[in-house]
């Protein structure tokens, strides 16, 4: 009976709106945000982290009465505070993270105010819309499924929410929803597939303000070596055919052909195209045998890498001058694209350079660097174009010139110190100076960034491309050839371009010394390079077969199917799953439903009787009590009055018992055999009647 | 308009769930519908498509759907909490009109659990309470009154919004049987020992003697002391003398003891006395227009009296005429003889 006094000695009054929220509710939605937090740690700055985790604590510490939330000036002042530290720490700039950190800021001041339930389910959309947008940022199947976890938290607390009291045999959150999951699974799937996938209603570039790691379109003479700190994916190649051999596996994406004192540059705007759709996946159907799909994480810039000689096969690259790809759009996610290599056409003589390109690749400095234009300019009296470059190319490999990642500072006149003092240096300083000299002699020349290698992923499916394989190498327009490709980093460090960066720097022990944390500096361990691989792999498929799968691998596989199907076949077959499972689930609530009725023994008796009654001419009247339906069905057949009456009382007592469920097998024996003893003598009183009915 | 849309609803739901004291919830009569919350979720997957759209993101698509499934899930799910839920009106409650009166049902949950349930009446709700598929338990619930009489809420609202509290299934149930609101007591004046000289003086007969009897037949409800017994040997007829005189006697509550007064005030003093009376320990009598009660003593007499000045006037509630729990129809109080008296 403590249920009863505890309902009774509640206030019947507004405990459902403004419930104060139950502790273990807001360690889920605490929980859940932490997590929420994590895919997003990188891009956010540290203070808001902090200011989050402090106001999240304290919203904690409230929920036992160690503090007290702040009354509303102390809010306000806390508000405000944020507001303009963001404010301060933004200034003016508009981007994907500024938005996704005032998101955040959001979050965190809603702590404060966390009361009530209704605050509960604010913050709860707030928080999944967290779990969206950070879907935006991260797609790695593990960032998925951390962001999975954290709205599955946001489910079991509201649970909890809704029924706090509920005992421990009932709770079995995770259960319920598991089970709702796995139940509702095959609708997610197919709606997954059949969805249309349309364009863009509008389009919104979600440029980062954050610079990525990878290649930029000026070229100091350190930043590659920067770059070759860092173990990150640049993008994952899947051949048709073979792979190229790793000394052939030279990906373009720049060229640099305007010298800026010490930076190399582009000299030309790249011309302006309008944003347009950017199809995310144009790897689709089987790939051909020259044929390449790249798949590139974001870089939120336009330009896509390729082999030498390639052709574009899937729309969402143009091709440009200087045998190059572009995006329509920066690659703010992770795209695919298909390209082809093209056989090498031998003999056909290339195009002349017109004398503007041919200023444009002789470009140099007014001053500096003395000794590598006199170099040059010595080379030229000496050679013919190729013979300057082969003079050039054995000089550095005759010389001590060494492939470092720890280059000492060359100041003034870098490339003159480079090639005759220091002579230490990487891929970056070598191209920049070989490029130089070549202008120096008169050849048209420029440095091509890019990358150089890629291993090969877990079952050698792919190759996979990391920013550490970052290169810089040059070319040369050599009269009847062409552009052709002269690597100075090859003729100094041959392991470099043979095997990769980990063989050429590794008797400095520089490789990735500055990033412990990578997987790829431990590569003589067997086990992590595996995992990591194993891992990649993962990630790869999920990224090509979920991630990546998008209009244009819908219609590719909707074109499998038999029957034709096209967007607004797509939008029927969704239209047909979504009502075809809502109807199941009718279905089978209705049937368990019916089984339920089946379940209630006890109810099936009454209801038999109430047939007997029907059918003895004693409609049964809704209401009613069994003793007056009882009393009726004793004067319309007296003969089964007795047992009607007992039938009634028994019935009675089992509704109406101070405890039901202690006597309830007996009770429904009792009632059954009544039932078929009223039957028995309602049949015996009638042939009774039967016999005096012939006889008369 | 909305309040005509508001009656045919009313009426609707009327059919659909007719009064009884037993009440199987099942899919005719369980509604369920989404809460502000659940609108809101709406919305919000609505967003997360059109962001799923733009940034062509199928990781978005994915979790909305996910989300969305789970909203269809938690429609079955809420409703299947109720569904197979039984609720019995085991007793009707009674208590002094003003207050919340308690109605005892037992609910029996169905095959499934049925978990975080809600019952209200009006503008009083319960805490929770949480079922598992086979058992039952007792609830009672406080039904406000606002006047005495037959006490009988309209409507009891069996609610959940277990799980996600973004979808609500309802349903209601209308019990058939009443409860009984006593009059609210109201320290009566001192009347018992004289006769008052009201407005209606003219009517006050001399108390001094027994000589000015009304003979009439006997009728139900007449109380054993007023029978002429002595006629009664020889005529072998019962014949009731109605003593003027006993209409001040201590021993009888007499609804006609306050005369100017309101029938409701009348009332209120006769419940009064009555508690009084009932402490005290005496033997005593009421006494209605149509309906007298013999002089007795102790809690059920007590108990007897103020269900008979509860329902004084009072028809029973029947099926057809629902009417609002609490408040009693336009009734003509004016010809309060009812049934009894005919």
């Known amino acids: 009976m403590s249920l009863l006094s505890r309902i009774m000695g509640d206030s019947p009054s507004d405990t459902a709106s403004v419930a104060a929220i139950p502790s273990r509710a807001l360690a889920w939605l605490v929980a859940s945000f932490a997590l929420l937090l994590i895919p997003q740690w990188d891009r956010l700055p540290i203070w808001l982290l902090a200011a989050c985790g402090v106001l999240a604590g304290w919203r904690w510490l409230a929920q036992y009465g160690r503090v007290r939330l702040p009354g509303r000036l102390l809010r306000t002042a806390i508000m405000l505070l944020l507001i303009s530290v963001y404010v301060a720490t933004v200034s003016g700039r508009f981007t994907v993270d500024t938005a996704a950190s005032f998101f955040v800021l959001a979050v965190g001041l809603k702590w404060l105010e966390t009361r009530s339930s209704r605050d509960f389910y604010v913050l709860l959309f707030i928080v999944i819309y967290l779990a969206t947008v950070n879907f935006l940022f991260r797609q790695e199947?593990?960032?998925?499924?951390?962001?999975?976890?954290?709205?599955?938290?946001?489910?079991?607390?509201?649970?909890?929410?809704?029924?706090?009291?509920?005992?421990?045999?009932?709770?079995?959150?995770?259960?319920?929803?598991?089970l709702l999951l796995l139940k509702t699974l095959p609708i997610v799937i197919l709606l997954f597939l059949f969805f249309p996938r349309i364009a863009p209603l509008w389009s919104v570039p979600l440029v980062s303000g954050q610079a990525r790691t990878g290649i930029s379109d000026s070229m100091r003479p350190g930043d590659i070596s920067n770059l070759a700190q860092s173990s990150e994916r640049a993008f994952r190649v899947t051949f048709g055919g073979e792979l190229p051999a790793y000394r052939d596996r030279y990906w373009r994406?720049?060229?640099?052909?305007?010298?800026?004192?010490?930076?190399?540059?582009?000299?030309?705007?790249?011309?302006?195209?309008?944003?347009?759709?950017?199809?995310?996946d144009?790897?689709?159907?089987?790939?051909?045998?020259?044929?390449?799909?790249?798949?590139?994480?974001?870089?939120?810039?336009?330009?896509?890498?390729?082999?030498?000689n390639s052709r574009a096969v899937s729309g969402n690259v143009i091709e440009q001058d200087d045998d190059l790809f572009r995006f329509r759009r920066p690659a703010d996610t992770a795209v695919r694209y298909r390209l082809a290599r093209e056989e090498v056409s031998q003999g056909s003589p290339a195009d002349e350079l017109s004398a503007l390109e041919t200023r444009r690749y002789l470009q140099l400095p007014v001053s500096g660097n003395p000794r590598a234009r006199q170099l040059g300019r010595s080379l030229k009296e000496q050679n013919d174009a190729e013979g300057v470059i082969r003079a050039m190319l054995s000089r550095f490999r005759d010389q001590e010139y060494f492939y470092t990642l720890r280059p000492p500072a060359m100041a003034e006149n870098g490339i003159d110190t480079l090639l005759f003092d220091e002579k230490k240096g990487f891929c970056a300083h070598y191209a920049g100076a070989t490029t130089f000299v070549l202008r120096a002699a008169g050849i048209p020349s420029r440095i091509v960034a890019g990358y150089q290698g890629g291993e090969p992923g877990a079952g050698g499916e792919y190759l996979i491309v990391r920013q550490y394989d970052a290169h810089a190498w040059v070319e040369a327009w050599i009269e009847g050839r062409g552009w052709v490709r002269i690597d100075p980093t090859a003729a100094i460090a041959p392991q470099r371009i043979e095997s990769g960066l980990r063989e050429a720097v590794a008797n400095e022990g520089s490789f990735l010394e500055e990033d412990w944390a990578s997987p790829q500096r431990y590569g003589d361990v067997r086990l992590i390079q595996w995992a990591s691989l194993q891992l990649d792999r993962m990630n790869y498929q999920w990224q090509r077969w979920v991630v990546g799968y998008q209009g244009q691998s819908q219609m590719d596989l909707m074109s499998r199917l038999p029957g034709r199907f096209g967007m607004k076949e797509l939008g029927y077959l969704t239209a047909a799953v979504v009502g075809g499972g809502l109807l199941l689930a009718g279905l089978v609530s209705a049937w368990q439903m019916r089984r339920g009725v089946r379940y209630d023994a006890f109810r099936k008796t009454v209801e038999g009787w109430h047939m007997l009654c029907v059918g003895n001419g004693v409609p049964v009247r809704s209401g009613e009590t069994p003793s007056v339906l009882a009393e009726r069905f004793a004067e319309a057949r007296p003969a089964a009055a007795d047992s009607a009456r007992r039938f009634a009382r028994m019935v009675n007592s089992h509704y109406y018992s101070a405890s039901p469920s202690k006597t309830a097998a007996a009770d429904l024996k009792r009632l059954r055999r009544l039932l078929a003893t009223m039957k028995k003598q309602l049949r015996r009183s009638q042939?009774?009647?039967?016999?005096?009915?012939?006889?008369s | 308009m909305i309040s005509q849309l508001r009656s045919r609803w009313q009426q609707w739901v009327h059919r659909r769930i007719p009064r009884s004291d037993n009440q199987l919830l099942n899919q005719k009569n369980v509604f369920i519908l989404p809460t502000g919350a659940g609108v809101v979720f709406g919305i919000l997957l609505m967003v997360m498509l059109i962001t799923g759209i733009n940034y062509q993101n199928s990781l978005i698509y994915l979790i909305t759907?996910?989300?969305?499934?789970?909203?269809?899930?938690?429609?079955?799910?809420?409703?299947?909490?109720?569904?197979?839920?039984?609720?019995?009106?085991?007793?009707?409650?009674?208590?002094?009109?003003?207050?919340?009166?308690p109605f005892r049902f037992r609910a029996t949950a169905g095959p499934n659990d049925a978990v975080a349930v809600r019952l209200s009446v009006d503008d009083s709700v319960l805490a929770p309470i949480h079922i598992s598929a086979g058992q039952a338990t007792d609830v009672v619930i406080p039904v406000p009154s606002a006047y005495r009489g037959y006490l009988r809420p309209d409507r009891i609202r069996i609610e959940t919004r277990f799980p996600f509290g973004l979808l609500k299934a309802w349903s209601w149930m209308r019990p058939a049987s009443a409860g009984i609101a006593f009059p609210r007591p109201l320290a009566a004046p001192d009347v018992l020992s004289s006769v008052p000289d009201g407005s209606d003086a003219d009517n006050v007969r001399s108390v001094e003697g027994n000589d000015h009897a009304d003979l009439r037949p006997w009728r139900e409800g007449d109380m054993s002391q007023r029978v002429m017994w002595k006629r009664y040997a020889r005529s072998g007829q019962m014949v009731v003398a109605d003593w003027e005189g006993e209409q001040g006697s201590p021993h009888w509550l007499d609804f006609d003891a306050f005369p100017g007064t309101d029938h409701e005030m009348r009332l209120g003093y006769l419940a009064y006395l009555v508690g009084e009376r009932e402490k005290r320990g005496g033997r005593y009598g009421l006494n209605l227009p149509g309906r007298a009660i013999d002089p007795d003593s102790g809690a059920s007499h007590a108990q007897r009296c103020m269900r008979a000045l509860a329902v004084w006037g009072e028809e029973p509630p029947r099926e057809t005429l629902p009417e609002p729990h609490g408040t009693r129809s336009d009734q003509d109080l004016t010809h309060p003889m009812d049934s009894q008296s005919a």
């Not at chain 1, 960032?143 to 421990?168: H, I, K």
């Open chain 1, 141 to 178: 199947i593990l960032w998925t499924l951390v962001n999975l976890a954290g709205v599955a938290c946001l489910l079991v607390g509201l649970q909890v929410l809704n029924a706090p009291d509920l005992p421990a045999n009932m709770r079995s959150g995770w259960k319920r929803l598991g």
């Open chain 1, 253 to 280: 994406g720049l060229v640099l052909d305007y010298l800026d004192s010490e930076t190399w540059k582009q000299s030309g705007f790249e011309s302006y195209r309008p944003p347009g759709k950017v199809d995310l």
């Open chain 1, 282 to 308: 144009g790897g689709i159907g089987d790939l051909g045998a020259r044929e390449y799909d790249v798949l590139m994480e974001p870089t939120d810039q336009r330009w896509a890498f390729g082999l030498e």
């Open chain 1, 687 to 695: 042939q009774k009647n039967r016999k005096t009915g012939t006889r």
């Open chain 2, 65 to 101: 759907f996910l989300l969305g499934a789970v909203f269809v899930g938690a429609m079955h799910q809420t409703h299947r909490n109720l569904s197979g839920l039984e609720l019995t009106l085991l007793q009707p409650g009674e208590g002094v009109a003003g207050e919340d009166i």
